[in-house]
Nanobody
Framework: QVQLVESGGGLVQPGGSLRLSCATS????????IGWFRQAPGKEREGVSC????????YYADSVKGRFTISRDNAKKMVYLQMNSLKPEDTAVYYC??????????????????WGKGTLVTVSS
């Protein structure tokens, strides 16, 4: 069955960095786009970054452009989110998700159909 498992979350000070990982199994990884989403307390889940199946096309929310970098390793069936210059407003549970196709369709939730359980990122001094 399809599985996505996030790791790498934790507590970090403002200005710090974290790298999130998403380990996948149960599907032909290099056929599908993958996305990172986040949900902060009291807010709706939002798209953070997405990457196409080939890795050529990427999307970043305006709030993370220039600070976050998404990448994928098709041989290892892994997707990563490098997060630099973290801010308190980046605090959220971060989820990775499998798209329904090779493209990420605007990095919207309705373009994804399998989700991990999430990893908590807390940015605080």
């Amino acid at each position: 069955q399809v599985q996505l498992v996030e790791s790498g979350g934790g507590l970090v000070q403002p200005g710090g960095s974290l790298r999130l990982s998403c380990a996948t199994s149960g599907f032909t990884f290099d056929y599908y786009a993958i996305g990172w989403f986040r949900q902060a307390p009291g807010k709706e889940r939002e798209g953070v970054s997405c990457i196409s199946s080939s890795g050529i096309s990427t999307y970043y929310a305006d709030s993370v452009k220039g600070r976050f970098t998404i990448s994928r390793d098709n041989a290892k069936k892994m997707v990563y989110l490098q997060m630099n210059s973290l801010k308190p407003e980046d605090t959220a549970v971060y989820y990775c998700a499998k798209s329904t196709s090779s493209y990420y369709g605007g990095c919207q939730q309705n373009s994804m159909h399998f989700w991990g359980k999430g990893t908590l990122v807390t940015v605080s001094s």
